[in-house]
T-cell receptor
Framework: RKEVEQDPGPFNVPEGATVAFNCTYS??????FFWYRQDCRKEPKLLMSVYSSGNEDGRFTAQLNRASQYISLLIRDSKLSDSATYLCVVKADSNYQLIWGAGTKLIIKP | DADVTQTPRNRITKTGKRIMLECSQT?????MYWYRQDPGLGLRLIYY???????NKGEISDGYSVSRQAQAKFSLSLESAIPNQTALYFC??????????????????FGPGTRLTVL
Protein backbone atom coordinates (compact mmCIF):
# COMPACT_ATOMS: atom_id res chain seq x y z
CA ARG A 1 0.00 0.00 0.00
CA LYS A 2 1.33 3.44 -0.88
CA GLU A 3 1.92 5.80 2.02
CA VAL A 4 -0.13 8.52 0.35
CA GLU A 5 -2.80 7.59 -2.16
CA GLN A 6 -4.81 9.73 -4.51
CA ASP A 7 -7.31 9.04 -7.27
CA PRO A 8 -5.32 9.98 -10.38
CA GLY A 9 -8.43 11.17 -12.23
CA PRO A 10 -8.84 13.00 -14.47
CA PHE A 11 -11.83 14.72 -12.96
CA ASN A 12 -13.65 16.48 -15.80
CA VAL A 13 -15.76 19.24 -14.32
CA PRO A 14 -17.80 22.04 -15.93
CA GLU A 15 -16.82 25.58 -15.12
CA GLY A 16 -18.68 26.89 -12.09
CA ALA A 17 -19.20 23.47 -10.52
CA THR A 18 -17.96 22.28 -7.17
CA VAL A 19 -15.44 19.48 -7.08
CA ALA A 20 -13.89 17.57 -4.24
CA PHE A 21 -11.23 14.93 -3.96
CA ASN A 22 -9.61 13.02 -1.16
CA CYS A 23 -6.20 11.72 -0.27
CA THR A 24 -5.57 8.86 2.15
CA TYR A 25 -2.42 8.36 4.18
CA SER A 26 -1.17 5.26 5.95
CA UNK A 27 1.01 6.64 8.75
CA UNK A 28 -1.16 7.48 11.72
CA UNK A 29 1.72 9.50 13.21
CA UNK A 30 1.52 12.01 10.37
CA UNK A 31 1.15 15.51 11.72
CA UNK A 32 1.33 17.97 8.87
CA PHE A 33 -0.63 17.97 5.66
CA PHE A 34 -0.56 20.07 2.54
CA TRP A 35 -2.05 20.46 -0.89
CA TYR A 36 0.26 21.53 -3.69
CA ARG A 37 -0.79 22.43 -7.19
CA GLN A 38 1.21 21.46 -10.26
CA ASP A 39 0.45 22.83 -13.69
CA CYS A 40 1.39 20.77 -16.72
CA ARG A 41 5.17 20.52 -17.08
CA LYS A 42 5.69 23.03 -14.28
CA GLU A 43 6.94 22.87 -10.73
CA PRO A 44 4.67 22.16 -7.75
CA LYS A 45 3.54 25.15 -5.70
CA LEU A 46 1.95 25.20 -2.28
CA LEU A 47 -1.80 25.69 -2.47
CA MET A 48 -2.64 25.42 1.20
CA SER A 49 -1.78 23.76 4.44
CA VAL A 50 -4.38 21.55 6.09
CA TYR A 51 -5.05 22.18 9.75
CA SER A 52 -6.85 19.94 12.22
CA SER A 53 -9.74 22.37 12.33
CA GLY A 54 -9.88 22.60 8.57
CA ASN A 55 -9.16 25.76 6.66
CA GLU A 56 -10.56 27.83 3.87
CA ASP A 57 -8.89 30.12 1.38
CA GLY A 58 -11.33 31.75 -0.95
CA ARG A 59 -12.94 29.06 -3.08
CA PHE A 60 -10.73 26.34 -1.62
CA THR A 61 -11.49 24.37 1.53
CA ALA A 62 -9.25 21.71 3.02
CA GLN A 63 -10.31 19.24 5.68
CA LEU A 64 -8.49 16.66 7.76
CA ASN A 65 -10.10 13.47 9.06
CA ARG A 66 -7.64 11.84 11.41
CA ALA A 67 -9.90 8.95 12.37
CA SER A 68 -10.17 7.79 8.78
CA GLN A 69 -6.74 9.10 7.81
CA TYR A 70 -7.62 11.24 4.88
CA ILE A 71 -7.53 14.85 3.81
CA SER A 72 -9.83 16.47 1.32
CA LEU A 73 -9.83 19.46 -0.98
CA LEU A 74 -13.02 21.17 -2.09
CA ILE A 75 -13.06 23.71 -4.88
CA ARG A 76 -16.17 25.83 -5.29
CA ASP A 77 -17.20 27.83 -8.35
CA SER A 78 -14.42 26.21 -10.36
CA LYS A 79 -12.55 28.29 -12.92
CA LEU A 80 -10.78 27.24 -16.09
CA SER A 81 -7.54 28.26 -14.39
CA ASP A 82 -8.10 25.63 -11.70
CA SER A 83 -7.15 22.96 -14.24
CA ALA A 84 -4.03 21.35 -12.83
CA THR A 85 -2.80 18.34 -10.91
CA TYR A 86 -3.33 18.55 -7.15
CA LEU A 87 -0.70 16.86 -5.03
CA CYS A 88 -1.37 15.66 -1.52
CA VAL A 89 1.63 15.89 0.81
CA VAL A 90 2.04 14.42 4.26
CA LYS A 91 4.75 14.93 6.86
CA ALA A 92 5.43 12.96 10.03
CA ASP A 93 6.86 15.37 12.56
CA SER A 94 9.29 12.69 13.70
CA ASN A 95 11.37 13.54 10.66
CA TYR A 96 11.79 16.19 8.04
CA GLN A 97 10.61 14.21 5.04
CA LEU A 98 7.55 15.00 2.98
CA ILE A 99 5.67 12.08 1.42
CA TRP A 100 4.04 13.00 -1.87
CA GLY A 101 0.98 11.55 -3.49
CA ALA A 102 1.03 11.01 -7.24
CA GLY A 103 -1.62 13.66 -7.75
CA THR A 104 -5.19 14.08 -8.94
CA LYS A 105 -5.65 15.65 -12.34
CA LEU A 106 -8.46 18.17 -12.62
CA ILE A 107 -9.77 19.49 -15.93
CA ILE A 108 -12.27 22.34 -15.88
CA LYS A 109 -14.28 22.60 -19.07
CA PRO A 110 -16.09 25.68 -20.41
CA ASP B 1 13.92 36.63 -11.78
CA ALA B 2 13.23 33.11 -10.54
CA ASP B 3 14.19 32.37 -6.94
CA VAL B 4 15.19 28.78 -7.68
CA THR B 5 16.85 28.00 -10.97
CA GLN B 6 17.93 24.76 -12.53
CA THR B 7 20.29 24.02 -15.39
CA PRO B 8 19.97 22.48 -17.86
CA ARG B 9 16.22 22.48 -18.40
CA ASN B 10 16.37 19.57 -20.79
CA ARG B 11 19.05 17.00 -21.39
CA ILE B 12 19.33 13.91 -23.54
CA THR B 13 22.24 11.64 -22.84
CA LYS B 14 23.41 8.09 -23.39
CA THR B 15 23.75 5.19 -21.02
CA GLY B 16 26.99 5.30 -19.07
CA LYS B 17 27.55 9.05 -19.34
CA ARG B 18 28.16 11.24 -16.31
CA ILE B 19 25.59 13.98 -15.91
CA MET B 20 25.42 16.94 -13.54
CA LEU B 21 22.28 18.91 -12.81
CA GLU B 22 22.71 22.23 -11.09
CA CYS B 23 20.46 24.19 -8.79
CA SER B 24 20.84 27.73 -7.50
CA GLN B 25 18.61 29.74 -5.18
CA THR B 26 18.39 33.35 -4.13
CA UNK B 27 15.87 32.78 -1.33
CA UNK B 28 18.52 32.53 1.37
CA UNK B 29 17.13 29.18 2.53
CA UNK B 30 19.27 26.71 4.40
CA UNK B 31 17.58 23.55 3.22
CA MET B 32 17.81 22.20 -0.29
CA TYR B 33 16.41 19.03 -1.85
CA TRP B 34 16.59 16.99 -5.02
CA TYR B 35 13.52 15.04 -6.16
CA ARG B 36 12.61 13.03 -9.18
CA GLN B 37 9.11 12.75 -10.60
CA ASP B 38 7.91 9.82 -12.71
CA PRO B 39 4.47 9.39 -14.28
CA GLY B 40 2.02 7.83 -11.83
CA LEU B 41 4.34 8.26 -8.89
CA GLY B 42 4.69 10.98 -6.31
CA LEU B 43 7.80 13.06 -6.01
CA ARG B 44 10.57 10.95 -4.52
CA LEU B 45 13.41 12.43 -2.52
CA ILE B 46 16.91 11.65 -3.76
CA TYR B 47 19.10 13.74 -1.43
CA TYR B 48 18.67 16.64 0.91
CA UNK B 49 20.94 19.11 2.63
CA UNK B 50 20.17 21.20 5.71
CA UNK B 51 23.31 23.28 5.38
CA UNK B 52 26.61 23.30 3.52
CA UNK B 53 28.14 20.65 5.75
CA UNK B 54 25.07 18.46 6.00
CA UNK B 55 24.19 16.01 3.22
CA ASN B 56 21.70 13.19 3.64
CA LYS B 57 20.39 10.38 1.51
CA GLY B 58 16.75 10.33 0.66
CA GLU B 59 14.47 7.53 -0.39
CA ILE B 60 16.17 6.74 -3.70
CA SER B 61 19.82 7.83 -3.54
CA ASP B 62 21.40 4.83 -5.30
CA GLY B 63 23.06 5.88 -8.54
CA TYR B 64 23.15 9.56 -7.54
CA SER B 65 25.51 11.84 -5.68
CA VAL B 66 25.28 15.47 -4.64
CA SER B 67 27.47 18.42 -3.76
CA ARG B 68 26.50 21.48 -1.73
CA GLN B 69 29.03 24.00 -2.97
CA ALA B 70 27.54 26.92 -1.10
CA GLN B 71 24.35 27.80 0.71
CA ALA B 72 22.87 28.80 -2.61
CA LYS B 73 24.06 25.90 -4.75
CA PHE B 74 23.22 22.22 -4.72
CA SER B 75 24.15 19.96 -7.61
CA LEU B 76 23.06 16.43 -8.44
CA SER B 77 25.26 13.99 -10.34
CA LEU B 78 24.49 10.77 -12.10
CA GLU B 79 27.84 9.01 -12.22
CA SER B 80 26.85 6.54 -14.91
CA ALA B 81 23.42 7.27 -16.28
CA ILE B 82 21.00 4.44 -17.02
CA PRO B 83 17.65 4.53 -18.86
CA ASN B 84 15.53 4.11 -15.73
CA GLN B 85 16.91 7.43 -14.51
CA THR B 86 14.90 9.10 -17.25
CA ALA B 87 12.62 11.43 -15.29
CA LEU B 88 11.76 14.99 -14.39
CA TYR B 89 14.12 16.26 -11.70
CA PHE B 90 13.24 19.06 -9.31
CA CYS B 91 15.36 21.01 -6.91
CA UNK B 92 13.59 22.59 -3.94
CA UNK B 93 14.42 24.82 -0.99
CA UNK B 94 12.81 25.51 2.33
CA UNK B 95 13.35 27.85 5.25
CA UNK B 96 13.85 25.96 8.48
CA UNK B 97 13.57 28.97 10.71
CA UNK B 98 9.81 29.14 10.60
CA UNK B 99 7.68 31.41 8.48
CA UNK B 100 9.18 33.16 5.56
CA UNK B 101 7.26 36.01 4.01
CA UNK B 102 4.08 34.60 5.43
CA UNK B 103 4.59 31.15 4.01
CA UNK B 104 4.08 28.11 6.12
CA UNK B 105 6.86 26.44 8.01
CA UNK B 106 7.21 23.48 5.72
CA UNK B 107 6.63 25.10 2.36
CA UNK B 108 9.08 23.98 -0.25
CA UNK B 109 9.88 26.19 -3.22
CA PHE B 110 10.72 24.39 -6.41
CA GLY B 111 12.85 25.12 -9.41
CA PRO B 112 11.36 24.74 -12.89
CA GLY B 113 12.64 21.20 -13.30
CA THR B 114 15.10 19.40 -15.56
CA ARG B 115 13.76 16.85 -18.00
CA LEU B 116 16.41 14.17 -18.35
CA THR B 117 16.29 11.42 -20.96
CA VAL B 118 18.81 8.58 -20.86
CA LEU B 119 18.95 6.56 -24.06
Amino acid sequence: RKEVEQDPGPFNVPEGATVAFNCTYSNSASQSFFWYRQDCRKEPKLLMSVYSSGNEDGRFTAQLNRASQYISLLIRDSKLSDSATYLCVVKADSNYQLIWGAGTKLIIKP
Amino acid sequence: DADVTQTPRNRITKTGKRIMLECSQTKGHDRMYWYRQDPGLGLRLIYYSFDVKDINKGEISDGYSVSRQAQAKFSLSLESAIPNQTALYFCATSDFRGTSGGSSYNEQFFGPGTRLTVL
